[in-house]
């Protein structure tokens, strides 16, 4: 191979690594058949379960490098991405033919993407409010370009078979996200205001349902 091929090498980066580790960590499938055959309860199990660990721990720390530079510490990056590759190999079923890595790869990310969603809210928020808060960026942009405006809150809330004070907890509870980019190409952060701004205009549209529900109350209360 020249040395211009292997300069140009590098537009097909991604693709190689995977085999590499692929290539790599192929003896792991071996261990995982003995691990397979043993008693889970028994020492035996425990001894080889802590070795195949080690031996795939550079998988992980290989996974937390691609993190870097997202306003997590390193060193927490890799033991979220290790106790994702425990989960791996907890879950691994050897006696499916397939490639640990390939397995390995998406629970690791998986993990670690979920510290970022966690660590991305400034104050403790409960887990349903979160997710809700996702479901509802999703069903903004989608109503928005079918309706040809912003949604409202009862129209999120029918299309996403939630109570509307459900929908306005959700999007109070946004105000406490702070965006964070895990996905690592470089985000253009201007496609995040028109979520922004339609949750502004959902609040601000909550806000006057519940002032004109209790002008109606009151005006109720006065005759």
Known sequence: MTSSARGASP?????????????????????????????????????VRAALITRCLPLAEHIARR??????????????????LVNAVDRFDVSRGSDFVSFAVPTVMGEVRRHFRDTGWAVRVPRRMKELHFQLGQAISELSQQLGHAPTVDELAATLGVEREEVAQALIAGNAYQTVSVDGAASNHTDDLPLVENSRRLRRSSRKCRESRSSAATAREAT
């Open 67 to 84: 993190f870097d530079g997202r306003g997590e510490a390193h060193d927490d990056l890799v033991q979220v991405a290790r106790l994702g």
């Open 11 to 47: 537009e097909h980066g991604p693709p190689r690594p995977r085999r590499r580790s692929t290539d790599e960590y192929r003896d792991v499938i071996a261990v995982f058949e003995k691990l397979d055959t043993l008693d889970r309860h028994g020492v035996e199990y425990e001894r």
